[in-house]
C-alpha cells in the first residue's frame, strides 16, 4: 500500500500544474532569471533549476508533462559531453511556449537547441549577444533585460498544441467466436 501510495505522489508530483504563468527549467542562468521574476507579484511561475545542472540533470528533474502557459529553458553550459535527443526529450514534454536561453559558450549545444527552437517555432534569446560577467552569466542589467523580455513571452497567448492520446493497439483474440 505504501509502494502505490509513494508512486501515485510521484506521478502526481511530476505533473505540471496546468495553472502556472510559467515555469523555469535549467542551470545558474535560470536561477539568476528565476530570482528576477520572483519578484513579480503577478507572476505565478515555477522553478525547477540548480546551479551547475547539466541538460542531464535538467531533463531527469523536470515533470514528464510541463503543461505550464510558457517555459524558459537555460542549459547546455554544464555539459562535459553534447547529447542532442537529451535537448528533443526536453522539449517534447511541453505543450506550452517554449523560450530558450541560448548559452554564449558551447556552439554544439547551441546548434542542437537552435535547431529544436526552429522546428518547434520556439523563441530563443541569445546570451552571447549580451554583456556578461565572466563570458557565461549575464551581468545583473543583462539579467534585467532577460526577465523584461520574458515578461513579455509569459503574456503571449499560448500556442495551440493538443497533448498526445494515448493510443493502445492490440490484437483481439478470435477464440470463441464464431462467423
Known sequence: MRLLLGVLMFVATSM???SQDCMILGDSIAVGVSSILAKDQYL??????KVGRPTSEVLSHAP?????RTVIISTGSNNAKIRPYQYSNLRNRIYGNVTWLLPAKHQDARAIINEIARTHGDRV???AVLPLSDGIHPTRSSYLTVAQELRSDIRRPQVAKAAPILIINFALSSAGRTQ
Do not use: G
Not at 505565478?44 to 533549476?49: L, N, P, Q, V, Y
Open 64 to 68: 514528464m508533462s510541463i503543461d505550464a
Open 16 to 18: 505540471a500544474c496546468a
Open 44 to 49: 505565478k511561475c515555477e522553478t525547477i533549476a
Open 125 to 127: 534569446i541569445d546570451l
